[in-house]
């Protein structure tokens, strides 16, 4: 479906005619200095047909917007650019992450964007070019330049909103009583493909903005080079804070299973140690159990009493050993 679809001219958005087509006429013929921007979400294959068609969209391209699951890339064509940005929200009721996709056709004079999924709505980001004639009047380019920026700066705020979770698990991980260990391992591996996720959208994203930034890319306003250059110096950064987040969530996972080998050890020697002390009044108990006629001490009125202090004897030793050595 058309969510919306302007005319802008000479930085301020203006009336024109209301079917696209005749807008899309318009544009063309103000030499330049006007262009028609549609943003369509989730549009079926009849709807973006028509559209295909008048832009003279390349089928590649199209079938790519229709079926969505792309790379974030950058392709040129005979007459026009298109370009795949995964935009991502944070859910904070469920501290998880979702991906979207947006699809930008940019010619000389439209604009074309195909939305996927519920995230990165653009009717923010038209109202803020609107609001800066100075930038729109770039044309086409300006459009670009805002959703890749709107796109870009929204991942570093995710990747903040990340941030405060991971250290809410590290807290976890390294309280001293550990926290639930099964439960502990499974929300650091469920984080881990998030941020995996996260990473799909922010590393591929790099060679576009890079080409963006430098010139001969046809299309784009070469006066725009310094602005893809700050959405591209945006990108490393949240480039560089995602795998942060992946290599200390590495090390989170190693301590924890770590520390779940330390404790097991402890409950292993501790296991160990109690059943020494029972190994010895079981062993002096099965052997004077033997019923053999001829045994030492069999006859003595004592005899029994002095077994028994001798095991309550041997296990206090062992008791006292093993504390002073850290097993119980």
């Known amino acids: 479906m058309i969510v919306d679809c302007a005319i802008y001219r000479d930085g301020h958005r203006s009336d024109g005619p209301s079917d696209f087509s005749d807008a899309l006429e318009y544009a063309r013929a103000s030499g330049g200095d006007a262009f028609l921007w549609i943003g369509l979400h989730e549009p079926t294959e009849g709807e973006f047909d028509h559209v295909a068609e008048e832009f003279a969209l390349h089928p590649l391209a199209v079938e790519d917007a229709l079926k969505a699951h792309q790379r974030p890339k950058l392709e040129v064509y005979d007459d026009s650019l298109f370009m795949v940005l995964k935009p991502v929200v944070y859910e904070p009721e469920s501290d998880t992450v979702s991906t979207g996709e947006l699809m930008v056709f940019m010619g000389d004079s439209f604009v074309v964007t195909v939305r996927h999924g519920e995230g990165a709505p653009l009717g923010a980001v038209r109202k803020r070019l609107e609001a800066e004639p100075e930038v729109l009047r770039h044309g086409p380019t300006s459009v670009l330049y805002a959703i890749s920026d709107a796109v870009v700066d929204h991942y570093i705020e995710v990747a903040a909103e990340l941030q405060v979770d991971l250290e809410e698990m590290e807290t976890e991980v390294f309280q001293p009583t550990g926290g639930d260990a099964k439960n502990t391992a499974s929300r650091i591996y469920t984080f ?120 309550a004897v041997a296990c206090a030793g062992l008791y006292r050993l093993f504390k002073s050595r850290g097993w119980l």
């Open 192 to 311: 881990k493909r998030q941020v995996l996720e996260f990473r799909r959208a922010t590393g591929p994203l790099a060679a576009p903005m890079t080409r963006l930034a430098g010139a001969g890319v046809p299309f784009v306003n070469e006066r725009a080079q310094p602005f893809f250059r700050d959405v591209s110096d945006h990108l490393t950064r949240a480039t560089e804070q995602v795998e942060g987040l992946d290599r200390l969530l590495s090390d989170i996972l190693s301590a924890h299973l770590a520390q779940m080998g330390v404790r097991q050890n402890d409950d292993m020697r501790k296991i160990s140690a109690w059943a020494a002390m029972a190994a010895v009044p079981t062993m002096v108990a099965g052997i004077y159990g033997m019923n053999f006629e001829h045994m030492p001490e069999l006859g003595w009125a004592l005899g029994y009493p002095a077994v028994i202090v001798v095991m």
